[in-house]
Structures are given as C-alpha cells and as structure tokens.
Nanobody, 131 residues
C-alpha cells in the first residue's frame, strides 16, 4: 500500500518561499509510469494541480504559477519536494502530494499530468501566508 506524507512549515510571511517534502513509502518514486504531483486547495475553492515529477525526473508545471514552482526529488530517501517562491496570501491552501498512473508510450505534458486520476494522496498540510 502506497503512503504519502507531507511535511513543511504551516505559516509563512508574504514574499517568503515555501518548501514542502512528500515522503513516500510502499513504492519507489523511480518506478515507471507514475506521476508524483503537488495539488493544493485554497479555502472555499477547488483543487489545483501545481506540478509533478515523473520517474525519469522530468518535471511539469501549471502555467498559472508563472515559474514560481520547482519540484525536486531525493531517490535515496524516496521523497520529492516542492518549492514555491514569492508567496502571497493567495497561496494560502491545503497542500497535498499525490500519485497517479501514467500510460506508457505517451507524450507527457503538464496538461496530461493534471488530468490523470490521482489515486493515492497524503493527508494534506495547511499552509497559511500572512503578515
């Protein structure tokens, strides 16, 4: 059974950078045909796919983040991380890490990643941006 667990700071000031880590157990993040993504939900709004990383290390992002996001991984620890710069109160949300299955022999794009069904989720971590 795959399990994901987010960790990171709960409170940030505007202009600071957010760093979150997702620890994965029950499967390797190197396994082919999986998307490991970050998804958030602002208060009173729907889910927003932010970005993801594939088993080959390639990353894909939601264009709405305008280059503020980066995703990295540490295969030795079986975890992947999100960094989001220039935080504003509009970035206040519950942040989730999640896994989806990718089809083989497919050209992967951010849009493709965002539309995949995510079957495994972390419990989520609240991030609040406030001065």
């Amino acid at each position: 059974q795959v399990q994901l667990q987010e960790s990171g700071p709960g409170l940030l000031k505007p202009s600071q950078a957010l760093s979150l880590t997702c620890a994965v157990s029950g499967d390797s993040i190197n396994t082919d045909y999986y998307a490991w993504s970050w998804i958030r939900q602002p208060p009173g709004k729907g889910l927003e796919w932010m970005g993801g990383i594939a088993s080959d290390g390639k990353t894909y992002f939601n264009p709405s983040l305008r280059g503020r996001a980066s995703i990295s991984r540490d295969t030795s620890k079986n975890q992947f991380s999100l960094r989001l710069t220039s935080m504003t109160p509009e970035d206040t949300a519950i942040y989730y890490c999640a896994r989806a299955t990718l089809a083989p022999d497919t050209y992967y794009t951010g849009s493709y990643f965002s539309r995949r069904p995510y079957n495994y989720w972390g419990q989520g971590t609240q991030v609040t941006v406030s001065s």
